[in-house]
């Protein structure tokens, strides 16, 4: 079957490992794996029904992300064929036999576009990804931050439930960091190819060093006992489901109001860390050219928004 219908997915929730990995596979010899590649699905319905065509090529040139693809943009051709010509793109580019992208939501609606589709779940300590959520400001307290790791586990329960066994792997981001050989072999034998040990020059073209054991479990160092308690409240059965031992302190349950209130607390955390970030100014422009509905006014703003994230990530 063509490449090109047959994709290998990695998906997880943000902050589990990803890029390091995405890393390692686009490295191989024989694979080219595309970067955060949402833009391939969130704009098909919950029921499955495709975007207007032109409103989604509108939607693709405000797309930061999908900006920095590099992909062209194929007028002729309608949603289902242009989403995978951006994958043909990458093959064609790096020319190699099998190509993948990394999807961290709404991955279920994978199945729409590409029903013989292999998928790499990735996932992590629920704790480090929550901790990571809240440094790289999305969300204000590791309570809501772990939001994006139950999120991620829910959809892929339900994914995973739904192709055939034959079709999937799963990967321990511990396991990986710890002994990555073995775990980047196990990989290779899922996808059909040799392992390669070109995997690993990624060190070489990007920031990424080699895997490294400290980066597990480093809410053991960092995580405040009262976020802790709250956290292993809202995640213990998730926990131990996927074999991460509880730290042992008592949970901390928190009530109706007590979540209203934490909710309202990381709200106003993000939105005073994005005036940080962008500065009143830009910000206030921006939600009002959003809520008015004035497009062309928005899609400037946010362009000038996604310049500055840009610049700071260099």
């Known amino acids: 079957m063509d490449a ?58 405000a797309d930061r992300v999908f900006r920095h693809g590099r992909y062209e943009v194929d007028p002729d051709l309608n949603f289902q064929n242009l989403v995978k010509d951006f994958l043909h793109q990458k093959l064609q580019r790096d020319e190699k036999s099998i190509v993948g992208a990394t999807v961290h939501y709404q991955f279920a609606k ?33 309570y809501v931050g772990a939001d994006w790791w139950l999120n991620a586990e829910r959809e892929w329960n339900f994914v995973r439930s739904r192709i055939p066994a034959d079709s999937w792997i799963e990967v321990q981001f511990e396991k990986l960091t710890s002994d990555t050989g073995m775990e980047l072999q196990r990989i290779c034998d899922f996808i059909g190819v040799p392992y390669s040990n070109r995997m690993f020059e990624y060190v070489l073209n990007s920031s990424y060093s080699l895997p490294d054991v400290s980066a597990n479990y480093k809410w053991r160092r960092s995580m405040q006992l009262k976020d802790l308690r709250m ?78 994230v840009d610049r700071n990530l260099h």
């Open 110 to 142: 994978l199945k729409h576009i590409w029903p013989n589709a292999k998928y790499i779940y990735l996932y992590r300590d629920g704790r480090d990804v929550a901790n990571s959520v809240v440094k790289m400001g999305w969300a204000g307290n590791s």
């Open 231 to 308: 956290i292993e409240a809202k995640l213990a059965s998730s926990l131990r489901n996927r074999g991460y031992e509880p730290s042992g302190q008592p949970p901390l349950q928190v009530g109706a109001l007590g979540e209203r209130l934490i909710y309202s607390h990381s709200r106003l955390f993000a939105v005073k860390d994005r005036i940080a970030r962008f500065g009143p100014w830009l910000v206030l422009q921006e939600l009002i050219s959003r809520r008015l509905g004035i497009l062309g006014w928005n899609r400037r703003l946010a362009r000038s928004i996604d310049d500055i």
């Open 4 to 61: 090109i219908e047959t994709p290998i997915f990695l998906v997880g929730s943000l902050r589990s490992g990803s890029t390091l990995l995405r890393l390692m596979l686009d490295h191989h010899p024989d694979i080219a794996f595309c970067s955060d590649s949402e833009f391939l699905v969130t704009h098909i319905s919950e029921a499955g029904e495709f975007p207007e065509i032109s409103a989604y090529r509108a939607a693709l040139a």
